[in-house]
């Protein structure tokens, strides 16, 4: 415990957390999280915004997307959208996060125009949009290369991305559960080259489902690797698998007590 709160734990140690009593665990992770951060919290009020729901990718977990599941595709007019911001805007609101399905018939230059428009009438508002996911499967859709993709991005008014599309980072897992999506790989290469660009992102990790404990850890040991290079994530987010309208199947839900354990060790494993 004491080596745990003062220095860096490795995959062995870190899965070894998992059998700890969760309030001694609860425990090691606010000291760690008063030492580091002191009792400052952090949050923002945004709004999301998915401008459509028809995907060109399957995953089995998602209740989102348009399918036999969901039978009812949408997708949004600018026009919308504005209307959505100028309101968010009226009521002080400091963020507008926009991200979507993978829709071929909403082209790369649809999203690049709505996001100039919305900072050319607001541009005191934070734009978060387009996941990793979303950046390969443009860069697949019009042949450009992350990094023109991503300069396009901000030169039409984009903050910051958001951390969606992380999923697990295991390989055999995301075969599974989203198969032909964004690899590992590809989605750590795409932030790093974000963050390059002096821009910030955040990070999930999609948990409760067919993974396994040590897929978590490898997930988050990952994610440390990368801020460790680039310093460039904001926060991570620990997703919990909602079983209901998808195609996983996934009869139990993931207990209160995995859940917490989860939170407390990567409060524990993520000190950067």
């Known amino acids: 415990?004491?080596?745990?709160?003062?220095?860096?734990?490795?995959?062995?140690?870190?899965?070894?957390?998992?059998?700890?009593?969760?309030?001694?665990?609860?425990?090691m992770a606010d000291?760690?999280?008063?030492?580091?951060?002191?009792?400052?919290?952090?949050?923002?009020?945004?709004?999301?915004?998915?401008?459509?729901?028809?995907?060109?990718?399957?995953?089995?977990?998602?209740?989102?997307?348009?399918?036999?599941?969901?039978?009812?595709?949408y997708t949004m007019s600018h026009d919308d959208i504005l209307r959505i911001v100028d309101d968010i805007v009226q009521r002080d609101i400091k963020e507008v996060h926009i991200v979507s399905a993978h829709n071929p018939d909403t082209g790369l230059q649809w999203y690049l125009d709505i996001f100039r428009k919305i900072k050319q009438r607001h541009p005191?508002?934070?734009?978060?949009?387009?996941?990793?996911?979303?950046?390969?499967?443009?860069?697949?859709?019009?042949?450009?290369?992350?990094?023109?993709?991503?300069?396009?991005?901000?030169?039409?008014?984009?903050?910051?991305?958001?951390?969606?599309?992380?999923?697990?980072?295991?390989?055999?897992?995301?075969d599974y559960i989203c198969k032909g999506k964004v690899t590992s790989d590809q989605?750590?290469?795409?932030?790093?080259?974000?963050?390059?660009?002096?821009?910030?992102?955040?990070?999930?990790?999609?948990?409760?489902?067919?993974?396994?404990?040590?897929?978590?850890?490898?997930?988050?040991?990952?994610?440390?690797d990368l801020q460790d290079e680039t310093g460039g994530f904001n926060c991570f987010i620990p997703l919990v698998y909602q079983p209901e309208n998808n195609f996983l199947n996934i009869k139990e839900f993931i207990t209160a007590n995995e859940i917490l354990k989860t939170m407390a060790i990567s409060r524990i494993v993520l000190d950067n």
């Open 1 to 27: 415990m004491t080596k745990i709160a003062h220095e860096r734990i490795g995959v062995a140690e870190a899965t070894a957390l998992y059998e700890k009593d969760l309030f001694e665990l609860g425990e």
């Open 31 to 73: 000291n760690i999280r008063r030492r580091l951060h002191g009792d400052k919290s952090y949050f923002n009020i945004n709004r999301h915004i998915n401008p459509t729901n028809v995907c060109k990718d399957v995953c089995k977990f998602c209740a989102y997307s348009a399918s036999r599941k969901n039978p009812n595709p």
């Open 124 to 174: 005191q508002l934070h734009v978060k949009a387009l996941t990793a996911a979303e950046v390969h499967f443009l860069s697949e859709q019009y042949g450009k290369s992350y990094d023109e993709l991503l300069d396009l991005m901000v030169e039409n008014g984009v903050d910051s991305m958001p951390g969606g599309g992380a999923e697990i980072f295991d390989e055999g897992v995301r």
């Open 187 to 224: 989605w750590l290469e795409i932030h790093r080259k974000w963050h390059e660009r002096g821009k910030k992102s955040n990070v999930t990790m999609l948990f409760g489902h067919v993974e396994e404990r040590k897929h978590r850890i490898d997930h988050m040991l990952r994610i440390r």
